[in-house]
């Protein structure tokens, strides 16, 4: 069975450009995860949907991060106008049901913005 | 608010040998889960083991097992017979029943020597 997926791998960008972070999940998995890796703060959880709904996007830094989920099989983290204290991991992760069943988690989106 | 504490930044073991992480978390919630998740030097979140507050029985999952200690709210990790690919590091996290966000460790970089 795929994993999650997630591309780019890497991204390279300049400050103000925008970026888009695309996620699939584990086939059959209902809940979908996106959090944001770095140094100073660790692991952090952005927003968190159930069945393509948004159920708590506390973690959203600020106005300039939105994400979507279309359908069951699709997420995108949109980060516009992108700045150099965004750059970081970004990971995706799905759970069965919900965010007490174990996640699963992409390889990563290392950003970089310059 | 939810706390895990990993007290040991960096370990290093020889090879064969065994490891324990130590990990310790607040909560006054009697049902949660736990959870133990590897990152490699490739940056995959992967999951080691899970355990459920309400079992007595500590996980195991072949050379991984936990010593799970609910009263003392102390979640360790044990490695036996440690190999040159358990090299990572390992982050500890919890979340409540009905919580609606996995909250993480620092972290623990463990280092496996030939």
């Known amino acids: 069975d795929a994993g999650v997926i997630q591309s780019p791998r890497h991204e390279v960008t300049e400050m103000g450009q925008e970026v888009t972070l695309r996620c699939k999940p584990i086939s059959g998995h209902n809940s979908l995860f996106w959090y944001r890796q770095t140094m100073m703060r660790g692991l952090e959880l952005l927003i968190y949907f159930n069945n393509n709904v948004p159920i708590d996007d506390s973690g959203m830094p600020e106005d300039r991060f939105s994400a979507k989920m279309p359908n069951a099989s699709f997420s995108t983290l949109k980060i516009q106008p992108s700045e150099p204290r965004d750059s970081a991991v970004y990971f995706c992760?799905?759970?069965?049901?919900?965010?007490?069943?174990?996640?699963?988690f992409g390889p990563g989106t290392r950003l970089t913005v310059l | 608010a939810q706390t895990v504490t990993q007290s040991q930044p960096e370990m290093s073991v020889q090879e064969a040998e065994t490891v324990t992480l130590s990990c310790t978390y607040d909560t006054s919630e009697s049902n949660y889960y736990l959870f133990w998740y590897k990152q490699p030097p490739s940056r995959q979140m992967i999951l080691v083991i899970r355990q459920e507050a309400y079992k007595q029985q500590n996980a195991t999952e072949n050379r991984f097992s936990v010593n799970f200690q609910k009263a003392a709210k102390s979640f360790s990790l044990k490695i036996s017979d440690s190999q040159l690919g358990d090299t990572a590091m390992y982050f500890c996290a919890f979340i409540m029943e009905y919580g609606n966000k996995l909250v993480f460790g620092a972290g623990t970089i463990l280092r496996v020597k030939s």
């Open positions: 992760a799905s759970s069965f049901v919900d965010v007490t069943d174990t996640q699963y």
